[in-house]
């Protein structure tokens, strides 16, 4: 923590315009869970005046990284890069006051590797399909370890043959090729999401672009917003070298590809900051800046195309989440919301709050489960309000946080640990699907007439 750090904090004028964007002050109402008083405590401590002490890492390790005091604030503070650069020193010397270090390891020793969650999943649909899930519900087991029970509850639905399933590596455009783009596959979204990936892959087809996939690693996401920011560096370098391969081949020049298209939020908003994260590495400081210059959000993609693919009615009522890191972390808002009013027969709903966290910021649902199911049923309350047929939503993350709480209901309650176990009583009538608006894009191009609240399952 030098001088730069020292910098960025005092850009602070304590205004008091990020309280009420942010989540966790809306939560606890204290100032020192806001971004300006994490502010005052981090100077505090890069300046000498006060230790990182457990009180300091507590309010600071808390904040959910959603950046909407980033867009909330009048003087520009780079609330991102501060929160970014101070984490590490967190990480490094809060894990066993903190006493997750061990729960923290079992997440980043599986989350970021596509294999190791395939594997995972083949165990979740044992766990499902076997009675399994009925008899740790009912032992208790998940309110004695609220952070296990956060996990369980916010398991994907998958099949052996989704989880296992991949796209090919080339997938040429339908009709006169007018890009050449590479596709982000994620992790979560490979393995979990692969019929987003599969909606992606369609929609740029049909709009002119040759799509390459190349075999590819983590991009080192949930380590950066998680104070990794060594293993974010290794992820980096891998996923650089892994594109680089792939205009190689196509061109023998590296140079290839028109753009990297990302269709997570959270991936996307780190893929655009390689530049910076290794601005200090001479022998990929020049090549992450030019990786991150061509990293695009699908939806900001697709808008600067002029459609060709003709879009048919898809009558519904669709809820726009906008997730954190694509509207607070990429400035990408319009766009989402342009492609959806392009589809003839659809309404979009302005939830109240359409920008405030969902509560599930990376991890955070994960190792704080308390207070991201308070943001979660907030989320689904100002949600169920507009009465919509879908909800659609641009990151995995928060697409399993608020299908989590909608199906729950407004009358359950899965109690302080957040275990999951309300999923089994007051459940609404009828779910309402929350899917990433690529997926509707698609079923219109597609000309699926499905019943709304059916569209992906």
């Not at 081949?249 to 590809?257: E, F, P, Q, V, Y």
């Amino acid at each position: 923590m030098g001088a730069n750090l020292n910098d960025l904090t005092s850009d602070c004028v304590h205004c008091g315009f990020c309280l009420p964007a942010c989540p966790t002050y809306a939560l606890s109402g204290d100032e020192n869970d806001s971004p300006r008083g994490r502010i005052h405590l981090m100077r505090q401590v890069i300046t000498g005046q006060a230790d990182l002490d457990t009180a300091v890492a507590e309010h600071v390790d808390s904040c959910l990284g959603c950046l909407s005091c980033v867009s909330a604030c009048p003087s520009g503070v780079q609330y991102d890069r501060i929160i970014e650069e101070f984490r590490p020193q967190i990480e490094q010397t809060y894990a066993e006051p903190r006493g997750d270090r061990l729960f923290r390891r079992l997440v980043f020793a599986l989350f970021p590797h596509p294999l190791r969650l395939r594997i995972a999943a083949l165990g979740a649909v044992a766990y499902r399909r076997t009675g399994g899930a009925a008899l740790v519900r009912s032992s208790g087991l998940l309110r004695r370890f609220p952070r296990l029970g956060a996990m369980e509850a916010l398991m994907p639905p998958t099949t052996v043959r989704k989880a296992w399933r991949s796209q090919p590596a080339h997938n040429p455009a339908r009709g006169e090729r007018r890009r050449t783009v590479g596709l982000i596959a994620g992790c979560v979204q490979r393995v979990f999401f692969g019929d987003v990936n599969a909606a992606t892959v369609r929609v740029l087809q049909a709009e002119g672009c040759d799509v390459e996939i190349p075999a590819q690693g983590c991009c080192g996401a949930l380590s950066l917003h998680a104070g990794r920011e060594d293993e974010a560096k290794r992820y980096a370098r891998r996923m650089i070298d892994a594109f680089e391969r792939a205009g190689e081949d196509r061109d023998g020049g590296g140079n290839a590809l028109d753009a990297i298209v990302v269709n997570v939020a959270g991936c996307g908003s780190t893929l655009k900051e390689y530049g910076t994260l290794l601005a200090d590495d001479p022998a990929y400081a020049e090549r992450a800046a030019a990786f991150a210059a061509r990293v695009r959000d699908v939806s900001e993609v697709l808008t600067d195309l002029e459609p060709v693919a003709e879009r048919h009615p898809v009558p519904a009522r669709v809820a726009y989440h906008d997730a954190c890191h694509l509207a607070h972390g990429q400035g990408v808002r319009a766009q989402p919301r342009a492609l959806l009013a392009g589809v003839p027969d659809l309404k979009i709903l302005e939830p109240a709050e359409a920008a405030f966290c969902c509560g599930s910021a990376g991890i955070h649902n994960l190792v704080r489960p308390a207070a991201a199911e308070q943001l979660g049923r907030r989320k689904a309350e100002r949600i169920r309000a507009t009465d919509p047929d879908l909800v659609a939503t641009g990151n995995p993350g928060c697409l399993l946080q608020i299908q989590r709480y909608l199906d729950e209901g407004p009358e359950s309650s899965a109690g302080p640990e957040g275990s999951g176990a309300a999923q089994a009583a007051g459940s609404p009538k009828e779910s309402v699907p929350v899917v990433h608006p690529i997926e509707i894009i698609d079923a219109s191009i597609r000309g699926l007439r499905l019943n709304p609240r059916r569209i992906r399952r």
